[in-house]
């Protein structure tokens, strides 16, 4: 059996931390203190780390774990990111023994050209670290690669089982809400979900993980194919109403909103 816990970091970060009552692993440690941290308080031994993508605020920490704990780092081998000792590609495994877990690494580019995902079908339900490319109620920015990757990406994703978690890296769903709503304004899902988050973060609890069906219930970057949403878009002078260029009018509108 195990667990999977936010350890809070910086601002608005996620480092979670898959573990049972003797070992952790821990996925994208921007910064080390918590970590160690969490691990002495709760008598846990660090086994491996997860690296989504190499923006500092997932990377910044590996050095200093590792100087504690010698583990293997998994993700996807990149020039900028130094720490990785386990290359990981698309249809790779890592098996994870003492959880016993398998997961699938999935390529998601169009956050940064290596982020990848680490999708574990075999648990129940199935659960996906999916980094800075889908979040509660919205998704990264294009940084390197092409707003269309990042949409297909997006639609991989969505293409996995409803039920699956996805444990994404921020506290961003409250505001990615606001945006929704701006979108999609008669839509009830999304209106029962701006409610539900506003109660968690009054209570300082944690929006996600999020199911898939949520998502594609209430996020608009996985909606591009609703009429409300192509309507608010017409209104902004949108003219071609492909789904790709839905998408990329949703988050050019994202950026400036």
């Keep these: 059996m195990y667990k999977i816990t936010a350890i809070p970091a910086f601002q608005d970060n996620y480092i ?4 049972n009552d003797s070992e952790a692993v821990v996925v994208d440690p921007g910064d080390a203190a918590p970590v160690l941290a969490y691990l002495a308080t709760n008598h846990l031994k660090l086994a491996a780390i997860f690296c989504t993508h190499r923006h500092n605020d997932h ?7 590792r100087a504690v ?15 990785i000792t386990h290359a990981l590609l698309e249809e790779d495994q890592v098996r994870l023994n003492a959880f016993d877990l398998v997961f699938d690494i999935m390529e998601i ?8 995902a680490f999708y574990a079908k075999n648990s129940t339900p199935p659960i996906l670290f999916c980094g800075d490319v889908l979040f509660g109620g919205g998704c990264g ?6 707003v269309a ?3 297909h990406s997006l639609q991989r994703i969505s293409m996995l089982p409803d ?7 921020h ?7 606001r945006f929704a709503v701006v979108c999609e304004p008669d839509n009830a899902a999304l209106k029962s979900r701006v409610a539900d988050t506003a109660r968690l973060r009054d209570a300082n609890l944690s929006t996600v993980p999020s199911t898939l069906a949520l998502e594609k219930a209430t996020n608009p970057f996985l909606r591009c194919t609703e009429m409300a949403i192509i309507q608010s878009l017409q209104q902004r002078g949108l003219t071609d109403t492909s789904e790709s260029e839905v998408f990329a009018a949703l988050r050019q509108w994202r950026d400036s909103f």
């Design 59 to 65: 990377v910044g920490g590996i050095e200093k774990l």
């Design 163 to 169: 039920a699956t978690l996805a444990y994404c890296a």
């Design 16 to 19: 979670w931390a898959i573990h």
């Design 149 to 151: 990757q990042l949409h």
């Design 109 to 116: 580019p169009g956050h940064l050209d290596d982020h990848i």
């Design 141 to 146: 920015k294009s940084f390197e690669g092409s």
């Design 171 to 177: 506290e961003y769903t409250a505001s990615n809400l």
């Design 69 to 83: 704990y010698n583990v293997p780092v998994y993700g996807r081998r990149h020039e900028k990111n130094p720490h």
